[in-house]
């Protein structure tokens, strides 16, 4: 099963990727995820995304093409993955299409969870990013067990150098020009389902799955 998750900044993309990855057993593969661990390992790609993440703005599409051809290599794809943040461009979903035509396959799904702008810089005010093991929180919706710790590794949590207002605000108009057209590209294969991302966190999932197994 290939699944790409579509939504606006902090629309919870991850959080329902995660929980898809875990229910069907398949990779979630995030390229915010893997820059930001190229960043905190200090390699040239991190340094080169580092630019363009701090703003908002979105990372230049052919290192985000090479890195992620790279990872459906890997022998963990064979049975599928589920996106989240790729694609993002026009020409990533192309590059997408391309790939994955050389072996006769599609995208199976294209999970739109649908959240209004005004809640998002709400809800990205809140978020707790873990620095060891990349899992997300949030302060109110989804609080780890203790203040600040981490529950699945025991490191830090902070907020996210991209998920302050002024940022959060850019993020959010750059998703609306560079992002959303992709609802309609993936509307021409007849493969979006919308979701409503104001529901509970579990509501969500529930209605995915129902998609997923409907
Ligand atoms: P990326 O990491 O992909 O960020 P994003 O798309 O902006 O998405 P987020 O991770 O911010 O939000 P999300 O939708 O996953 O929400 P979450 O589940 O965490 O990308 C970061 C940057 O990297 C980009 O700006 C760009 O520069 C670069 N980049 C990445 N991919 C790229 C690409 N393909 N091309 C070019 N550049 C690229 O949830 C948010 C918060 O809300 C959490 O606190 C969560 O706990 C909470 N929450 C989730 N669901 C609910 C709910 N139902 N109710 C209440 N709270 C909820």
């Not at 294209?110 to 005004?118: G, K, L, Q, R, S």
């Not at 929180?137 to 207002?165: F, M, Q």
Request: glycine share 8%.
């Amino acid at each position: 099963m290939k699944i790409i998750m579509l939504g606006a900044p902090g629309a919870g993309k991850g959080t329902q990727a995660k929980m898809i990855a875990a229910k069907y057993e398949i990779p979630h593969i995030s390229t915010g995820d893997i820059f930001r661990a190229n960043i905190k390992n200090g390699t040239e790609l991190g340094k080169k995304a580092k630019e363009y993440m701090d703003r908002g703005a979105l990372v230049p599409d052919e290192l985000v093409v090479d890195l992620i051809m790279d990872r459906f290599a890997q022998d963990d794809c064979k049975n599928g993955y589920v996106l989240d943040g790729f694609p993002r461009t026009i020409p990533q979903a192309e590059a997408l299409d391309a790939a994955l035509a050389k072996n006769n396959e599609t995208v199976d799904y294209a999970i739109n969870v649908d959240v209004p702008d005004e809640n998002i810089v709400n809800r990205m005010g809140g978020r707790r990013a873990c620095v060891g093991c990349g899992a997300t929180y949030h302060i109110k919706y989804n609080p780890p067990k203790v203040e600040g710790i981490c529950d699945t590794c025991g490191a830090e949590l902070i907020l996210r150098d991209d998920d302050k207002p002024e940022t959060v605000l850019n993020r959010l108009s750059v998703y609306h020009e560079q992002t959303q057209p992709l609802i309609d590209y993936y509307e021409k294969a007849g493969i979006v389902r919308n979701v409503d991302g104001t529901q509970d966190m579990k509501d969500v999932f529930d209605a995915i799955v129902a998609i997923l197994e409907g």
